[in-house]
Every structure is written in structure tokens, then in C-alpha cells.
């Protein structure tokens, strides 16, 4: 895969600035972002009609599922869909239980690992590697 990733990527993100800022920096660096949404319920609808190959989700995403719950749900749907699971959480202990319910192939990021948006699409392009394939 060259530097570019061609497949079709959904973000879910539930703040607003934070979604747009991400999703500009990936299309500024050439990423094919095909829907972008706060909601749980709507991503669910959008990956079962239009089968994206790259979820990029953030892990808290407000009252109800989190990122870890929609992944689980996204594969269900989507078994090869690679997943990157974005958290503020600086202290992965944190998460220790919830991130190992994952998905396998799944990648988990800190957002303040984050400095260079290259950081992100090397972590989109490492999940696309290890999804699925059967």
C-alpha cells in the first residue's frame, strides 16, 4: 500500500471540533472520509448500507455505547472493517478491561499520542492490515 490509503474511511466522534479537525487533517492528507457522525445509531445505519472499510471511533462517545460497544457492533455488521479506537484517556489501566474486548486487529490510540496527524493514518493503515481477511 503506497502512502495513500484508498478505502472508504467513517468517523465517529462526538465533539464536534474535534471530528472536523481530524477529518479535514486526513482528507488534507489525501484519506477517502466517506460519512462522519456524533451518533452511535446513525453510524450503525451508514456501515450497514454502505460497508466502510476503516472505522476511526472515539472511545467516549456520551450517554449510552462507547467506541469499544460500537466496534464490537461494526464488525458484526462489517466483519473485515479495520477499526481505530481514539480515547483521551492518558492512563490505559483505565480502559485495561474494556480495550480487551476489542475487536481482534483493532488498534487503540491515545489522543494525545497524537502530535502529527501522520501518527493517525500509520495506526489507520496498521488496522488495515491486521483485520479480518476471512
Do not use: C, W
Request: net charge neutral.
Amino acid at each position: 500500500m503506497g502512502s495513500k490509503i484508498k478505502q472508504s474511511v467513517m468517523m465517529v466522534e462526538d465533539d464536534e471540533f474535534t471530528r472536523s479537525t481530524v477529518k479535514a487533517a486526513l482528507e488534507g492528507k489525501g484519506l477517502n472520509i466517506v460519512y462522519d457522525t456524533s451518533s452511535v445509531k446513525e453510524a450503525i445505519e451508514y456501515a450497514k448500507s454502505h460497508r466502510p472499510d476503516v472505522a476511526v471511533l472515539d472511545y467516549n462517545l456520551g450517554k449510552g455505547p462507547n467506541g469499544i460497544d460500537l466496534a464490537n457492533q461494526l464488525r458484526k455488521i462489517q466483519p473485515h472493517i479495520a477499526i481505530v479506537l481514539l480515547t483521551a484517556f492518558l492512563d490505559p489501566a483505565q480502559l485495561d478491561k474494556r480495550v480487551a474486548e476489542l475487536p481482534a486487529g483493532s488498534r487503540y490510540l491515545i489522543k494525545h499520542s497524537v502530535t502529527k496527524i501522520e501518527v493517525l493514518i500509520e495506526e489507520i493503515k496498521e488496522a488495515l492490515k491486521s483485520a479480518p481477511t476471512t
